[in-house]
C-alpha cells in the first residue's frame, strides 16, 4: 500500500466529481426544466442534477486552499435556489477550513463511504471470464436495458424511485465512458461502467449491478477486469471506486486488487 497525501486524494476525489459533472450538463440538454448545473468552486464543483437525485454534491472542495464564509453562502444559495438541501462530500485529506464551516453552519452527516484504488500494471494477467458469460461493449441504445438491470439489482422487491430510468441513462452518454453488460445467451444480466479521467489520470468505476438471481458466479469480477483493461489501454494508471464500508461491492474490489484510501463523509443542511 502506497501513502496516500493531498495530491493523492484530490485524484481519487476526480472519480465522483467529475462524473456527476458531466451528469449535470447532460441533464441541462436533455430536461432543461429540471435546472440543472455544476459550477466550479473551491477547487472542485457543485453539482444539482433535480431535487431527491442520488446525484448532486458539491465534491473536491477545499484542495486548493481555505474554504471561507463567502463561499459557503455562494454554495447555500446555489442549492437553496433550486429547492434542494446542500450536500458536501468531505475527504479527510482536504483543508481544515472545510470541516470548520461544516460545523459553523450547522451540516450534518448523511453518508460514510470508503474510497478504494488500485494500481494498473502494464501486461498483467487477466482471470479468464466465467464460461457461458459473454462480456461486451454496450451505448447509450442500450441504456434502457442497464437501468432495468441496476433497478432489479437495487430494488429486488420493486418500487424503484419514479425517476430512476432517468438517473441511470446519463451515465452511458459521458464523455469518455467505457460501459459494458454481461450477457448469458442473449439475455443481458449484469451491467457495470466506467470513465476514463484523463485530467487527473485516473479512471472511475461504476454502474455495477447483477440480477439477483445470477449472483455469486464471478460476473462482476469478470466485468471489474474488463474496465481494468480498458483503463490500462487508455494510458492511466490509477483505478478508483466508492463504496459503501463492509459492502459486497468493497469485498468484490478487495478480492480484485483494491485497497482502502480513506473513508469520506456526505453532510447535508437541509433549508426550510
Known amino acids: 500500500m502506497e501513502f ?8 481519487l476525489e476526480a472519480t465522483e466529481e467529475v462524473p456527476q459533472v458531466h451528469h449535470a450538463r447532460l441533464y441541462q440538454k436533455l430536461y432543461p426544466e429540471v435546472n440543472a448545473a455544476a459550477e466550479e468552486i473551491c477547487g472542485g464543483h457543485m453539482v444539482f442534477a433535480g431535487v431527491g437525485s442520488p446525484i448532486g454534491r458539491a465534491v473536491g472542495l477545499g484542495f486548493d486552499g481555505p474554504v471561507s464564509s463567502a463561499d459557503f453562502d455562494r454554495l ?10 446542500a450536500q458536501v462530500d468531505v475527504c479527510p485529506l482536504t483543508d481544515s477550513t472545510l470541516i470548520e464551516m461544516l460545523k459553523k453552519r450547522c451540516y450534518s452527516m448523511t453518508e ?8 494498473l500494471q502494464p501486461n498483467e494477467p487477466t482471470p479468464e471470464i466465467p464460461e457461458g458469460i459473454n ?9 434502457g436495458v442497464a437501468a432495468d438491470i441496476s433497478s432489479r439489482s437495487f430494488f429486488p422487491e420493486g418500487n424503484p424511485p419514479e425517476e430512476f430510468h432517468r438517473w441511470i441513462g446519463p451515465m452511458y452518454q459521458y464523455p469518455g ?6 450477457w ?3 439475455k443481458a444480466v449484469a451491467s457495470a461502467a466506467g470513465l476514463i479521467i484523463a485530467e ?18 464471478g460476473i462482476q469480477s469478470a466485468l471489474v477486469q474488463a474496465r481494468l483493461r480498458a483503463a490500462e489501454e487508455a494510458g492511466l494508471d490509477l483505478a478508483a471506486v466508492v463504496t459503501q464500508g463492509g459492502s459486497t461491492s468493497q469485498r468484490n474490489y478487495e478480492r480484485m486488487g483494491f485497497r482502502v484510501a480513506y473513508s469520506k463523509a456526505t453532510l447535508v443542511k437541509t433549508f426550510e
Open 177 to 182: 465512458v467505457v460501459a459494458l453488460l454481461a
Open 4 to 11: 496516500v497525501d493531498k495530491a493523492f486524494a484530490r485524484r
Open 200 to 217: 487527473h489520470n485516473v479512471f472511475a468505476m461504476f454502474g455495477d449491478a447483477t440480477l439477483p438471481e445470477f449472483r455469486r458466479r
Open 112 to 119: 460514510l463511504n470508503n474510497v478504494l484504488y488500485r494500481r
Open 135 to 143: 462480456i461486451r461493449p454496450t451505448d447509450s441504445g442500450q441504456a
Open 76 to 85: 447555500e444559495q446555489f442549492y437553496r435556489s433550486r429547492g434542494a438541501a
Open 184 to 186: 448469458i445467451g442473449e
